[in-house]
Nanobody
Framework: VQLQASGGGSVQSGDSLRLSCAAS????????MGWFRQAPGKDREFVAA????????TYAIPVQGRFTISRINAENMLYLQMNNLTPEDTAVYYC???????????????????WGQGTQVTVSS
C-alpha cells in the first residue's frame, strides 16, 4: 500500500493550490485520512482530516476557513484545497492514513500509520 502526494509548488501570498494524494490500495475507503505539514526546524503538525466516507472533517485552527479536505473513494484519491495561502503555510505536506475509519478530537502523527512521501509548498510574500 502506498500514498503518493502531489500538487505542491511555489506561489505568492493569497494564491491557491490543490494537493492530491493517490492511494494504491482498494481499501482506501475504509480509513480516515489526513494531511500534515512540516516546516524546517519544526515538528510535523496536523492540518486536516476526513472520515472514511467524507461525512466528517476536522481542521487545525490556522487553516480553518482557508483549506478544504475532500476525498473520492471510487478513485482512491484524497485532496486538500488551499486558498489564501500565506508564508506561514510554507512546509512539506504529507498525506496519511489513520488506523481506523473515524475522526478523533485531536489528531496527532502517531494516530496515522501510513504516510506518503510529501510535497513541498512554498509561499512567498
Amino acid at each position: 500500500v502506498q500514498l503518493q502526494a502531489s500538487g505542491g509548488g511555489s506561489v505568492q501570498s493569497g494564491d491557491s493550490l490543490r494537493l492530491s494524494c493517490a492511494a494504491s490500495s482498494a481499501t482506501f475507503g475504509a480509513y480516515a485520512m489526513g494531511w500534515f505539514r512540516q516546516a524546517p526546524g519544526k515538528d510535523r503538525e496536523f492540518v486536516a482530516a476526513i472520515s472514511w466516507n467524507g461525512g466528517g472533517t476536522t481542521y487545525a485552527i490556522p487553516v480553518q476557513g482557508r483549506f478544504t479536505i475532500s476525498r473520492i473513494n471510487a478513485e482512491n484519491m484524497l485532496y486538500l484545497q488551499m486558498n489564501n495561502l500565506t508564508p506561514e503555510d510554507t512546509a512539506v505536506y504529507y498525506c496519511a492514513r489513520r488506523d481506523g475509519p473515524g475522526l478523533i478530537a485531536v489528531p496527532s502523527p502517531g494516530d496515522f500509520g501510513l504516510w506518503g512521501q510529501g510535497t513541498q509548498v512554498t509561499v512567498s510574500s
